[in-house]
């Protein structure tokens, strides 16, 4: 392959990532964890399966950094998952440390990479992760929305009995319950959802949506979704590497667009080889305009928090 993608983390997401990027022959993949033999054990895994899989991709493991110098891309995944008794300003302290160290180890190697973040609180890391490598704001961005969007397409489908490949839908705002789906935006071949059901069957499937995670979360006990995330990755980096210009929700660091300051926030955003080369901005009703708001507020005060402990 000609391109070069760094998963770090091979966790769930991670492994899965580097399956999906590989299987698609979009890059070589090089995995890397911090637990011995991890990253190894997973690569060679995937590796024996390229034969079958009919794809040439190389896929390596390691502990350290230094077969990730010169990668296109780079996407975050390390990170602790919240354990029970864990609050989120716990997961957010340990995460944020753990995104520094790797973006301080990674972004060096690779000056030229665009950053995908993948670890959570997602937007709240974004910004660790800007702040770390120095990249333009451009380059790093957050893998979220379209995850999220994947989940209400899938609902959708299911709701009216259509194909998925019909839908499409739109959601704005940071990751996590203040999340903001937009049915006016969200269509079946064309038509507004708004069309096609009521306004409860709606509601029910807004509200699903945001509580996507944890509905996954809910009937795993032991970990969090990571077949979607890691397609949504997949979609992400083949937009990217391949110039593809696709317009897909991200995090991306807002300045004035949305009227929103100095932020990471979640809005669609044209993907190519730069990265984040466009933000779109659509007209938004007042009420939208309020959620997306609060959205944003939950953001930045996460942020505060971070910026409190130094990090
Ligand atoms: O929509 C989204 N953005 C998300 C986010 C969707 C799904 C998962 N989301 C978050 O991604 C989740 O809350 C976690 O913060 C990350 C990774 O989730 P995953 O399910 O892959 O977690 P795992 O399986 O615990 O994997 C994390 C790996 C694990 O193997 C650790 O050993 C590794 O991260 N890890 C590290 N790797 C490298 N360097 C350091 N410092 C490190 N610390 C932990």
Redesign the pocket.
């Known amino acids: 392959m000609q391109k070069k993608v760094t998963v770090?983390?091979?966790?769930?997401?991670?492994a899965t990532v580097a399956q999906r990027v590989a299987e698609k022959e979009l890059a070589d993949v090089v995995l890397?964890?911090?637990?011995e033999g991890?990253p190894q054990g997973r690569a060679l895994d995937l590796q024996e399966a390229a034969p079958i899989e009919k794809h040439d991709a190389r896929i390596i493991g390691a502990n350290t950094y230094e077969a990730s110098e010169g990668s296109d891309l780079i996407i975050i995944?390390?990170?602790?998952?919240r354990k029970p008794g864990m609050s989120r300003g716990d997961l957010l302290t340990t995460?944020a440390k753990?995104v520094k160290?790797?973006v301080e180890q990674v972004a060096p190697l690779s000056p030229h990479a665009i950053l995908v973040v993948?670890?959570?609180p997602?937007d709240a890391m974004c910004h660790v992760a800007l702040e770390t490598s120095k990249f333009p704001k451009n380059r790093v961005l957050?893998?979220?929305g379209v995850?999220d969007s994947a989940r209400f397409r899938s609902f959708i489908a299911a709701e009216l009995n259509v194909s998925v490949e019909n839908t499409h839908a739109f959601v704005l705002g940071g990751?996590g319950r203040t999340m903001v789906p937009l049915p006016r935006y969200s269509t079946v071949a064309g038509i507004p959802i708004t069309e096609l059901m009521s306004a409860d069957r709606i509601d029910a499937l807004v509200e699903r949506t945001r509580l996507g995670?944890a509905e996954i979360v809910d009937l795993l006990k032991t970990?969090?979704?990571?077949y979607a995330?890691a397609s949504a990755v997949a979609e992400m980096t083949e937009s990217i590497l391949k110039d593809k210009k696709k317009i897909l929700p991200c995090a991306a660091y807002l300045e004035g667009e949305y009227d929103i300051h100095g932020l990471f926030v979640g809005v669609p955003v044209k993907l190519g080889k730069e990265g984040v080369e466009q933000i779109i901005e659509v007209i938004l009703t007042k009420e939208e305009r309020s959620a997306l708001q609060k959205s944003a507020d939950s953001v930045q005060s996460l942020v505060k928090d971070l910026n409190e402990m130094g990090l």
């Open positions: 770090v983390g091979a966790g769930n997401v991670g890397i964890d911090v637990v991890l995944t390390a990170g602790l998952p995460n753990i160290i790797v993948v670890t959570n997602l957050g893998m979220a995850l990751h995670g970990g969090s979704a990571y995330p």
